[in-house]
């Protein structure tokens, strides 16, 4: 079994905490915009566009996030609703991530008249390795509670502030990365190969929600609708919309 004993809690300063939480969702955030200009050079795609559509990619990420980890926990919130807004206090669903910020990078794109479907193709990429870094920040909290095992990897928290389990669990965030980063290594391989922009980004979001759909069963996460959590609802219909995209694009010839 694997024990953990670090403190969640890097730096105290009043209400500011800096955790490893946040420190690695800053590291991903910084390592996905890095990658993505990486692809944007190797594609021969102009930074500027990049840079410019990032910043409010990552606002609508960030909202999306804690909309949906509110929406995730309204029976917590709706007790107190000005916890809403502490931030500092931490609180963020993934998949809201990646669908406000996707929503906000194709809208300020439009609004810049840059061209979406090769945006978003170098964006998947960074999106994946950001969710794998950020993820690193989760296992060391001990964020997100997950089914007991008995595994030789099975991973408990021992230090007294840390809201992970104190019995060898699943470290489904762990499983996550790893597909992550499977996920990254299909896109980088056969993204460059696929005929149409935007391809690459819907197999992204088809390969991530399946297995986050998937590995969530893991998770102990509230079950809010039909038997699923909210997260499973929300990868479902990411799955389905990717796949009808996919196919829509499919059926156009190579050179649009």
Do not use: C
């Amino acid at each position: 079994m694997i024990a953990l004993t670090l403190n969640p809690t890097l730096f105290q300063l009043g209400p500011f905490a800096l955790t490893w939480h946040g420190l690695f969702s800053a590291a991903g955030i910084a390592a996905g915009i890095a990658l993505g200009l990486w692809v944007a050079r190797r594609d021969s795609f102009p930074e500027d566009p990049v840079l410019s559509v990032a910043p409010w990619a990552i606002l609508g990420g960030m909202l999306g996030a804690r909309i949906l980890h509110v929406a995730d926990n309204w029976d917590i919130y709706s007790q107190a609703p000005a916890k809403i807004f502490l931030l500092n206090e931490g609180g963020i669903g993934l998949l809201g991530a990646i669908v406000g910020g996707s929503l906000a990078g194709l809208i300020a794109a439009r609004i810049m008249h840059v061209s979406a479907g090769p945006l978003a193709d170098l964006a998947a990429p960074g999106l994946l390795i950001g969710q794998a870094v950020g993820r690193i920040g989760d296992i060391i909290n001990g964020e997100h509670p997950s089914t007991l095992t008995n595994l030789p990897w099975g991973t408990m928290y021992l230090h007294p502030d840390s809201p992970g389990s104190r019995f060898p669990v699943h470290p489904a965030v762990g499983y996550e990365m790893i597909w992550d980063l499977v996920v990254l290594g299909v896109v980088m391989v056969l993204g460059p190969r696929l005929p149409v922009k935007g391809m690459t980004y819907w197999m992204y979001l088809i390969l991530y929600s399946l297995g986050r759909f998937l590995l969530s069963f893991l998770r102990l996460d509230p079950i809010r609708m039909g038997g699923l959590q909210i997260s499973q609802v929300i990868a479902l219909m990411a799955f389905y919309v990717g796949i009808f995209a996919l196919v829509r694009l499919a059926r156009r010839p190579a050179a649009a």
